[in-house]
């Protein structure tokens, strides 16, 4: 579950804004971004039940707005969407095996022609 705040800096104050996968307002309020990311993560946490596993992503986009991107369980690899159970790792040995169909053979090395060069055994 990936929970988007939206925060921004007004009067000194920096608030945080998510919708939650349910549909409801989340918000928390800090004096620094650092001090931010601490009240949102209590705020996921409280909605979620979760108490620990999150990945935090804290992006600045001006220097009055960031956005915070908490993953509950364990981060995503690669690019790859977390999931649950073992379907990431079943999922990366997929995604290897094509790698290795599409390398290229070698070339065959060519043949040097000594073109009017005399020849000894000819």
Known sequence: MVYIFVSKKAGGKWTATSKAPEGKDLTAEAD????LEAAVKEVVGTDSGHTDGFSVQHSAVSPTSTVIVVNLGRPAIGGAPASG???PAADAGAAAAPAEEKKPEPEP??????????DLFG
Do not use: H, Q, T, V
């Open 85 to 87: 159970g073992a379907a």
């Open 32 to 35: 620094s971004p650092l001090a």
């Open 109 to 118: 090395e060519e043949e040097e022609e000594d073109g009017d060069m005399f």
